[in-house]
């Protein structure tokens, strides 16, 4: 920073200059970076406050840097503390005076707040992105697998049978919502804050609406104050992502159960297995439990941002730096999480024949037996208490409520007839139901026809998504 200064006497300690310093993992900024200097530029060649002709030749310097940038051709230099010192260096490296001009009007505290939200909106696209294809996989399972029936669980103790596609389309609201999540997110931060300077705005006669319009941003903001030190679009942003983590690792969780031994309904592709260096059975759902591992390191990442901006006065402090690298983390972990489990889940196979076995212990069509004697004119909770007593006798006598003659049945209540056979047949248990969003094929279809528009929609949104028309 001492480069640009004529404040010190002394130069800074190269212990100052390295704590300082954010350019080690601010490199990925740099497109941004010069983005926001282009429309800065553009923007003081439009109002004359600098000739139209510097602000031209400023911002070709400027492009060919993020070129050279991109070709490994300039090294970023700690002295040079951050991504927007290191770029204004070397403009005025390469057009000498002329390239001075272009911190006119601005501050490193609105340029840092302008470059981390443009990178972030393009990030939220990258995660829709993922959360897109992983809806588009689960729909696709979804479509496969409505006569693959399955017990459905609460307190993980069998409940009542479900199908494959009601499992997996569980999952798929939850992706839904986080992609509505990101896009709220998106709408929140997209205020510009270039022209707030440094905290009080600037008394040169910038145009902000016009650099907010050509930086893609709907408005720019409407505090100084705010502009810089506003770091909800963090916070939000790694809130979401935590929330996405969420929803990985329980769907992990249960892959990973339903990979063992004992319940066998899903097997993963070889490819996305581990084996073991000792016990060579083993085929291990490593992946699966590494993305519930990482959901750790995001809320950390969220704790990390919360604590560091709950105490810090307006405007900017130089504890804001510390959003980056929190940032990023969750970013890229939710990223690469997702890589491998779209991967994962798009390889993997229902194993129909043990979900279905499974429906047969458990009494999981206990609640259809009550429902038969309801529907023959008893009130439910007398109902459910002999259906109860009647679960009793089966364990008792190692039977199942299937293999109860009718006789039995009269025993415990005479309104029992032959047809209760095929009331408590699993495929009639899921196809009874019919309300919005239960298992049957008839709910399925219905939701199934809701997220492929979903799907068409967001993927056009997506195919039209421009951050602006700067690059
Ligand atoms: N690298 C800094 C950051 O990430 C940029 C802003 C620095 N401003 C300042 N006044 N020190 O927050």
Redesign the pocket.
Known sequence: MQYFSGRFKEKASNLILDFHS?IKF?ERLAYYDVMGSIAHVRGLGKQGIIPLEDSKLIEKTLREILEDLENGKIKLLVEY????MNIEKNLIDRIGDIGKKIHTGR???D??AVDLKLYLKDEIKKIQSYLIEIIEILNKLAKENKKTFMPGFTHLQKAQPICFSHYVLGYVEMFRRDHQRLENCFDMMNASPLGSA?LAGTSYPIDMEYTSKILGFSRPVWNSLDGVSDRDHVIEIISDISIIMVHLSRFCEEIILYCSNDFGYLELSDSFSTGSSIMPQKKNPDAAELIRGKSGRVFGDLMGILTTMKGIPLA?N?D??E??ENVFDALDTVKACFAVFNGMIKTMKPNKEKMLKACYNGFINATDVADYLTNKGMSFRDAYKIVGSMVSYCIDNNKTLESLSLDEYKNFNNLFEKDIYSEIDIENCIEKRTSIGGPSEKSIDKHIEVVDKFIDEKILELKNYKLNEIF
């Open positions: 954010t601010e503390e951050d991504i927007h501050s490193r505290n340029q840092t440094a900017y130089k804001m730096q959003d980056k």
